[in-house]
């Protein structure tokens, strides 16, 4: 059970700060690449209660993924209450009359299966990889939770603790995370983006049975849910199972979910400090708010990601080759795109500064390189290049049955349709140059910006020393 | 070069190390037989590598092995192998790094390659309508590397400044105390990562000593799955692999005492979570009780939810998020280890809970219900290892590298269903030793700090 927060780095000695999300399109899809081959047949149906079922056979092993996606994330939690889309996650392992005694993995477990759940700002999803005979138990598994659902206080006493060691490690124990949390607080002043998925530590403390028990009541029903199966399955056998299943369960009224406060306009950029003896090395990072691929006008979303791919994207990057090859000012540098957001995007970029090099002059090398992407945008070699590799991507993605379930469920869970999903590759085909440079002028602005400074103090020693961890964070302008 | 995953210690990710690879090969369920054919490919100049054609999807993926991987760094020059993984793309041939990269995100092709103890292991994987000129950039990759200066000091920056933010993170720091105390001089002690001083030591000729004596075809395994037939792979492994040398130079390596304690390292850091590992020898992979003890292992801390210490440790007190243990099965000795992240008030409780439970199950063994759903799992999700063909090659290459045979995927669930309970319980009694934990612990441990046993 774990949080997909679309800004999780890893800090890697070459990699640097490296974007592991799987909202970011560079898990996509499979569908026509250059050249001929077979796309996939996605079969798509709605239950009479409303819940989605989509079907992506797979017939290479005998085995199925089942996923199912509520459109519910942490976006949609009630003031007060951060955490308690993940922490209902969480509990609903915890037991059915059916299924009781936090027994839930340990069957899937005895049905030689592997199961896992995550929560983002904008979805919950739950998931299992079977064997294809066991498709029915977990099946029946999974919509028998999605209704009777039974929690004791002890299971929710036990639980509170253990999500509190979940934010310790986390969060808690790492400065880079820290300071990201404060980065998407800042860039987000009112918009609940800006709260964290797994919550404020002070209010994760406060949350109980009943918290969670009303946002499941509210929420967790078929009509506001996606179901997909991927694998070695024939679509009309699951949707006669899921219709024996799922389909018994009724929809629910008034699921008011994804109404959430607006973003106002922004009118000044905003940096973060923290000085951290934990810091390592002196990190710059760059946050713009920008479009996500639901939030955007059409075609805009493709041309930002093409972007983010020549400007940010490894070691042949703009800015890979500006600050570590060309000026040696970093370390490592590079950057991504959150584009899976319902309601709004971000673009980052970070640097980890070379030996002496300041986080000022760091900040101004990486200023360098935005501003030549506003002036001048991409090179038709850059952008081909680019793209040829993205949508290779797609083709990738295509011999896992597992990241297929996953790319469909989170594309339709966060606003596009199977058609558009499908239709992606010829979508970044169409992107210019120009659209490029547009989108480089409309989204890298700076009163839309936050800047990150990671700062090691000074006299920090290495791993034996009884080191002093001295937090400041100083919101500023 | 791999990233990191940020969710190390999330529990379906068990091990991104070498053994739990190593592990995972094991076998289908029990009534369902795995229908993969792996064919034995020889090429005309003799280089043999392992082949399942699936021409469902345009693509190849090919696994590869060179016997000898960090375990080959010089005294002083720790870290070589890890470095050599970081320079595989900078350069060969005629194309420096930048023309290099350029080239192989125009063929959209993807190559990785990862130092581990004992081998060097490499990942390609291309759409097939690109297969020429994709396997001509990995040929010039291994045969033709460049080590140009200034990309040998852009990646050395990059490891070092890696290496400042490991010295920060409480689980690397664990990790490292354990290996040194566990192997000391033995190269299993030694970082694979390097340490500052050992990463400013390495030249690029240090670099082209360790290809020219690693990068051999004797010590090389293969696999290959995909769009690709055997005809075609045979030429393949000539073109790519022919140039190298026919025999490897490896400096001899000792087998390693087996770690035990008791011993007890804690190191002070200023975080509000500890971070620990424990854990002391383990079972050899070529052991006739190492079916059992992977299977046992699975009951103690490599089970997910299934497993006692989560159980313990997390499910009945809360004291952990992710608590689970490894089997790790080297070449020149084996471990078994857990790790538990605790905050500091309580990390000494989660480590009383765990040599408790390590004790029961030395003593009383696993309940037969414990390993009934051992075998129910491991036997029922070996087929969720063959989901890709990125996961088939995977499997094949660790099934060489451990010498198991090309029929291990066929025979490897019988191995499991036959570990009776009197087999699991005399290997309890055989692996644990619950007094005898080495265990080294990063953070403020409040109430740990009492029980320090002296190492």
């Known amino acids: ?50 819940l989605h079922l989509l079907v992506i056979p797979d017939h290479r092993a005998p085995v199925v993924t089942q996923m199912v996606w509520y459109k519910i994330g942490a976006a949609d939690e009630p003031p007060g209450s951060s955490g308690i889309a993940h922490f209902l996650e969480h509990l609903m392992f915890k037991g059915t009359d059916l299924v009781p005694n936090g027994d839930f993995s340990k069957t899937v477990a005895r049905n030689g299966g592997e199961d896992n759940a995550f929560t983002n700002h904008d979805v919950t999803a739950y998931f299992q990889r079977v064997a294809k005979d066991r498709l029915p138990k977990v099946m029946a598994m999974e919509a028998d939770r999605m209704a009777n659902l039974r929690l004791s206080e002890k299971d929710v006493t036990t639980e509170r603790k253990v999500i509190l060691e979940e934010r310790r490690t986390r969060v808690d124990n790492d400065p880079g995370s820290i300071l990201q949390e404060q980065m998407m607080a800042a860039l987000y002043a009112n918009h609940p983006y800006g709260i964290p998925i797994i919550g404020w530590e002070h209010e994760i403390r406060t949350l109980d049975r009943e918290d969670a028990l009303s946002f499941y009541r509210h929420f967790y029903a078929p009509n506001n849910a996606i179901l997909v199966i991927a694998g070695d399955v024939e679509p009309k056998e699951v949707k006669k199972l899921a219709e024996d299943t799922f389909g018994k ?55 930002i990601d093409l972007l983010m791919r020549v400007a940010a994207a490894g070691s042949i990057s703009k800015i890979y080759k500006q600050l570590v090859i060309g000026d040696k000012k970093a370390a490592n540098a590079g950057g991504w795109y959150s584009d899976s957001g319902l309601d709004s995007g971000r673009l980052g970029f970070y640097a980890i500064a070379a030996k002496n090099v300041s986080a000022e002059e760091l900040e101004k090398a990486i200023d360098g390189v935005i501003e030549d992407l506003r002036q001048n945008g991409v090179t038709q070699e850059e952008l081909d290049r680019a793209r040829a590799s993205y949508i290779a991507e797609f083709v990738y993605t295509s011999d896992s049955q597992s990241r297929m379930a996953r790319h469909y469920g989170w594309r339709l869970a966060t606003g596009m349709t199977v058609t558009d999903v499908e239709a992606w590759p010829d979508r970044l085909r169409r992107v210019t140059v120009d659209d490029v440079r547009a989108a480089a002028q409309k989204y890298l602005v700076d009163k839309n910006s936050v800047t990150g400074y990671l700062l090691p103090v000074p006299k920090q020693t290495s791993l034996d020393g009884g080191k002093r961890v001295n937090t400041t964070v100083k919101g500023r302008s | 070069m791999a990233w990191r995953l940020r969710f190390p210690r999330s529990l379906f990710w068990p091990g991104a190390g070498l053994a739990a690879a190593a592990l995972i090969v094991s076998a289908a369920p029990a009534a369902e037989v795995i229908d993969v054919k792996i064919e034995h490919v020889t090429s005309p100049g003799g280089i043999e590598a392992w082949l399942v054609e699936s021409h469902g999807n345009p693509l190849i993926a090919m696994r590869l092995a060179f016997r000898g991987g960090a375990a080959q760094d010089p005294h002083g020059k720790e870290g070589l192998a890890y470095f050599v993984s970081g320079m595989i793309d900078e350069g060969a041939g005629p194309l420096g790094a930048i023309a290099f990269q350029e080239r192989e995100q125009a063929l959209a092709m993807r190559m990785e390659f990862n130092a581990s103890r004992d081998v060097m292991l490499g990942n390609v994987q291309t759409l097939s309508a690109n297969k020429d000129e994709v396997f001509d950039l990995v040929r010039l990759a291994l045969t033709k590397p460049r080590f140009d200066e200034d990309a040998v000091e852009r990646v050395r920056a990059q490891i070092l400044a890696g290496l400042k933010f490991d010295e920060n993170d409480p689980a ?35 670099l082209r000593d360790y290809t020219g004596r690693v990068f051999a075809r004797d010590k090389l395994k293969i696999s290959v799955v995909g769009d690709i037939d055997a005809e075609a792979v045979g030429k393949l492994l000539d073109r790519v692999f022919g140039d190298l040398p026919a025999h490897a130079t490896l400096a001899p390596v000792a087998d390693a005492n087996p770690p035990f304690g008791p011993t007890r390292e804690i190191i002070e850091m200023d975080v509000p979570q500890s971070v620990a590992q424990f854990g002391h020898r383990g079972i050899a992979r070529k052991d006739d009780d190492f079916i ?27 004291l ?41 199950l030395a003593e009383e063994g696993p309940t037969a219900k414990e390993l009934d759903t051992a075998k129910s799992y491991l036997t029922g999700a070996y087929a969720l290892r063959f989901d890709s063909s990125a996961n088939i090659a995977n499997q094949l290459l660790w099934i060489q590298i451990e010498d198991l045979g090309i029929d291990y995927v066929t025979r490897r669930n019988a191995l499991i269903e036959a570990v009776t309970l009197d087999d699991i319980r005399r290997v309890a ?27």
């Open chain 1, 1 to 50: 059970m774990w949080i997909l927060d679309q800004l999780v780095y890893a800090l890697d000695p070459r990699a640097g700060l490296v974007l592991a999300s799987f909202g970011l399109a560079s898990l996509a899809v499979a569908v026509a690449a250059e050249g001929p081959q077979p796309p996939p047949r996605v079969s798509e149906f709605k239950l009479k209660n409303g």
């Open chain 1, 249 to 303: 369960l009724a929809p629910k009224d008034n699921i008011n979910g994804r109404t959430r406060p607006g973003e106002p306009a922004h009118s000044a950029p905003i940096k973060v400090t923290l000085e951290d003896r934990r810091a390592g090395r002196t990190t710059v990072q760059r946050f713009y708010l920008a479009a996500s691929y639901a939030s955007a006008e059409p075609g805009e979303a493709e041309a």
């Open chain 2, 172 to 206: 690397t720091v664990a990790s490292l105390a354990w290996d040194r105390l566990a192997f000391h001089d033995h190269p299993y002690g030694r970082p694979i990562k390097g340490t500052m001083e050992s990463i400013a030591a390495i030249s690029p000729d240090d």
């Open chain 2, 292 to 318: 059992a003890a992977y299977m046992l292992n699975y009951i103690i801390g490599g089970g997910g939810f299934a497993s006692r210490l989560m159980e313990e440790v997390r499910e009945k007190r809360g």
């Open chain 2, 320 to 360: 952990a998020y992710s608590v689970h243990s490894n089997l790790y099965p080297y070449q020149h000795g084996s471990v078994f280890v857990g790790n538990v992240a605790t905050k500091n008030e309580a990390v000494g409780r989660s480590l009383e809970v765990i040599e408790g439970e390590l004790r029961r």
């Open chain 2, 429 to 455: 009694k055989r692996l644990i030793e619950a007094d005898r934990l080495i265990t080294t612990i990063v953070g403020k441990p409040a109430a740990a700090k009492g029980q320090e046993v002296p190492g």
